[in-house]
C-alpha cells in the first residue's frame, strides 16, 4: 500500500527557505500517471492548495505563492520536495504531501501524508 | 479563482441522523467536486469524487450528489466516527480550491 511521508525543518526563521520532502513509499513515484502534491492548513484554519508536479513533470503553483515556490521530484530516491521561500509567520502551517489519482477526468487527492508542521518564528 | 462556499460552517447532530453539507462553487464546475474528511491531528481522507462517486472502502452511508455550482455530501446514518470536518475542493481549473470546512459535532 502506498504511503507518503513529510520531512524537514520544523522551524524556519523569517525571510529563509521552507524546505520540505515527501517520501513514498510500498509503490514507484515514476509509475502510471500519477501527480504529485503539496497543501497545507493553518493552525486552526482550511486547506490550501499549493501545487503539483504532473507525471510528465510539469509543475502548477498556485497564484498566491507561485513566486516563491519550486516542486521538484528525485525519482532516483522515490520522493519529491517542496521549497518555499522568503517565509513569513503567515507561513506556518501544517504540511500535507498527497499523490492525485484519476478517473476519467476526475483529478483527486487520494493518498495524504501525516503532515508536518512547520512554525516561521526568529 | 473558483471559490467555494460550505455551509452550514458547523452542526450538531446525533448518532443515527442524516446529516446534509452543502458546497457551492462561484462558477460552474460540472461534477469536478471531491469531499474529503479530516479528523482532529490527521491528514484529510477521500470520501467521494467526480460529486458523486465513492472512493474505495469508503462506508456506502456516505453519498455525494450536485453538478454545476450547487453540490451535497449526505451521511445517510451519522456514526460515532462520522464526527470530523468535512472539505469540498473542485478540481475543474487551477488554483485547486477547497471550501472552509464543515465541522460535525456530538449533540
Known amino acids: 500500500q502506498l504511503q507518503l511521508q513529510e520531512s524537514g525543518s520544523g522551524l524556519v526563521k523569517p525571510s529563509q527557505t521552507l524546505s520540505l520532502t515527501c517520501a513514498v513509499s510500498g509503490g514507484s513515484i515514476s509509475s502510471g500517471s500519477y501527480s504529485w502534491s503539496w497543501i497545507r492548513q493553518p493552525p486552526g484554519k482550511g486547506l490550501e492548495w499549493i501545487g503539483y508536479?504532473?507525471?510528465?513533470?510539469?509543475?502548477y503553483y498556485n497564484p498566491s505563492l507561485k513566486s516563491r515556490v519550486t516542486i521538484s521530484v528525485d525519482r532516483s530516491n522515490n520522493q519529491f520536495s517542496l521549497r518555499l521561500t522568503s517565509v513569513t509567520a503567515a507561513d506556518t502551517a501544517t504540511y500535507f504531501c498527497?499523490?492525485?489519482?484519476?478517473?476519467?477526468?476526475?483529478?483527486?487527492?487520494?493518498?495524504w501524508g501525516k503532515g508536518t508542521t512547520v512554525t516561521v518564528s526568529s | 479563482d473558483i471559490q467555494m462556499t460550505q455551509s452550514p460552517s458547523s452542526l450538531s447532530a446525533s448518532v443515527g441522523d442524516r446529516v446534509t453539507i452543502t458546497c457551492r462553487a462561484s462558477?460552474?464546475?460540472?461534477?469536478?467536486l471531491n469531499w474529503y474528511q479530516q479528523k482532529p491531528g490527521k491528514a484529510p481522507n477521500l470520501l467521494i469524487y467526480g460529486a458523486s462517486s465513492l472512493q474505495s472502502g469508503v462506508p456506502s452511508r456516505f453519498s455525494g450528489s450536485g453538478s454545476g455550482t450547487d453540490f451535497t455530501l449526505t451521511i445517510s446514518s451519522l456514526q460515532p466516527e462520522d464526527f470530523a470536518t468535512y472539505f469540498c475542493q473542485q478540481s475543474y481549473s487551477n488554483p485547486l480550491t477547497f471550501g472552509g470546512g464543515t465541522k460535525v459535532e456530538i449533540k
Open positions: 508536479m504532473f507525471h510528465s513533470g510539469s509543475t
Open positions: 498527497a499523490r492525485i489519482d484519476r478517473d476519467y477526468s476526475y483529478y483527486y487527492m487520494d493518498v
Open positions: 462558477q460552474s464546475i460540472s461534477s469536478y
